[in-house]
């Protein structure tokens, strides 16, 4: 891919104006000479970045990133269906909203993990205890939790209690509109880190890997 | 100077003896009447009783017989779902299906069981306020409900990809909105604040605000008979300051995640500022922290009038003490009389 940074630029118009056809064709004419994880780390994945980043400097806004999330998702699962051997290796996910209604920034989330070529587990919406034994029954290595409205953020730490006292090694990842406001909140729920978007999810996925592959 | 005074000598960008404040506190009333929060808001004598007592201990500008937002979802059939220690958050939307849009119509305000709850609330506060202390209503936007009508999801689909149905929305829902904010004028409210968090430039990009929420906003705003303010509930403005100047409306809700000096010079004597502490970390603010906060507000803002002093989501949370909502208030008393020094 010689010409990706025009490629990208070209990629990135194509989500901003919803153009789901250019950005496939775009997409599949580059697949053809990479393969579908290379298109996707090269092009899917900055693309999304790059407006998330744009999202938190204030220069695009929400329904912008819902939008192009929703289309490279699409997108994604055409490139690698769930069961393609090119989809990357990784620790067990999933991801809830936790004793809350809304599910925007979960669905979000969702997409852009999903965008970059891993799979997770959508848990939907759980309660406390709901949530504890389905990270056990699943064996979760690493929980995404969202929560908009501040009580359930509070109640991200009974979550993390409960998993301590049964020896749970999950790592707890937490995001949602308190934890933006109040930039100490995550470690107060006693959550492993927090993520202030999609970029910020994928780069603990990151971390997290590079840590199991040492 | 009565509150009242006090708050429309800011509005007219002139320094009033001291900085005005608001206590935007809904649910805290139930700890004042050692109700639940389901309890507390079951009925409009509880909340006029709540607020009034809260008034009498904290002495802020105004009074704020706001309910919860999803009251207005429970006003078109909704449901409502309740928390023992936060605030009620809307049920399964009643909009499951966008084709159903065209097929309603806004409900009437008479009648309706839980908006008459509040414009009780109002008769009996503005009974004993008389006009002395400003009473500030609240309606959601025409083009932020549809969130609770319909869910997040769906209306940001709505919004691009059916034009029409959502133009349909905005009519039936601008005609609620402004029926219910004049309904709430009649009953006593000084003032109504246009909740509008929707149009914040945090959720749409300013090229689709200006296709959409503004125009909704224009002209609804425009059929309110009393003053409004607009507020974005924390979402940011910056950017859209200059257009929300231009929508015929006094006041504007600022977020913490800008900086309050800025968000002041440009609303450049157009608009006054609210805001903007910071309501989900004053619920672990120390009393110093309470201090320096309501200082450096004051200090951005306060200086020519143009300012009133709150929280910045136009709801402070259940879990903020009193101690703390004390410590606001005294610090106002003591830092913000006029001349700031
Ligand atoms: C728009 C808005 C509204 C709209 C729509 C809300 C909705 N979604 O239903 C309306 C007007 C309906 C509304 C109403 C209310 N709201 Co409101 N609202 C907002 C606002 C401005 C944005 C919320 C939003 O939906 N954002 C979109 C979502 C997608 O963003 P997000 O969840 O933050 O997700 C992003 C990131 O956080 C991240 N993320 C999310 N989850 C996760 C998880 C992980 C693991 C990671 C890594 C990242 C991540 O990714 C997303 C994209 O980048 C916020 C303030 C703010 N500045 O954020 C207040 C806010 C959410 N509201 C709040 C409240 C209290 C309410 C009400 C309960 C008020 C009341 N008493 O009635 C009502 C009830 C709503 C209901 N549904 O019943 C509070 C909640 C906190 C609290 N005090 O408890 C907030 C935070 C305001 C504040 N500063 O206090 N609101």
Known sequence: ?214 | MTPLERVLTTLGHKEPDRVPFFLLLTMHGAKELGMTIKEYFSDGKNVAEGQLRMRAKYGHDCLFPFFYAPIEVEAWGGEVIFNENGPPNSGAPIIQNPKQILNMNAPTIEGNDCLEKVLECIRILKEEAKDEVPIIGVVMSPFSLPVMQMGFEAYLKLIYEKPEVFEYLMKINEEFAVSWANKQIDAGATAITYFDPISSISMVPRELFLKTGFWVAKRTLARIKGPTGVHFASGRCLPIIDDVARLGTSIIGTSVLEDLAEVKSKCNRRLTVLGNLNGIEMCRWTKKEAKEAVKNAIDKAASGGGFILADNHGEIPFQVSEEILITIAKTVNKYGQYPIK
């Not at chain 1, 790059?50 to 490279?72: E, F, P, V």
Request: aromatic share 6%.
């Open chain 1, 1 to 214: 891919m010689d010409n990706i940074k025009q490629v990208l630029i070209q990629f990135e118009e194509a989500l901003l104006n919803l153009d789901k056809i250019g950005a496939r064709s775009l997409l599949l004419a580059n697949e053809d000479k990479n393969g579908s994880a290379e298109v996707i780390n090269k092009i899917v994945v900055p693309a999304l970045k790059h407006i998330g980043d744009a999202w938190q400097n204030g220069s695009l806004a929400l329904s912008q990133i819902y939008m192009s999330g929703k289309i490279c998702e699409q997108l994604v699962d055409e490139l690698l269906p769930a069961a393609s051997n090119q989809r990357r290796s990784q620790p067990k996910m999933a991801i809830a909203v936790l004793n809350d209604y809304h599910f925007l920034g979960k669905r979000i989330i969702y997409s852009q993990i999903r965008s970059a070529g891993f799979e997770v587990i959508d848990y939907g919406r759980k309660t406390v205890d709901e949530l504890v034994e389905a990270v056990c029954r699943d064996e979760i290595e690493i929980i995404f939790i969202s929560t908009l409205m501040y009580p359930s953020a509070l109640d991200i730490e009974q979550v993390v209690e409960k998993l301590e006292k049964l020896a749970n090694k999950v790592k707890v990842i937490v995001g949602g509109a308190p934890f933006n406001m109040d930039e100490k909140l995550w470690q107060q729920v006693g959550a492993y880190a927090m993520g202030v978007d999609g970029n910020e999810a994928l780069g603990w996925i990151d971390k997290l890997m590079e840590g199991k592959n040492e």
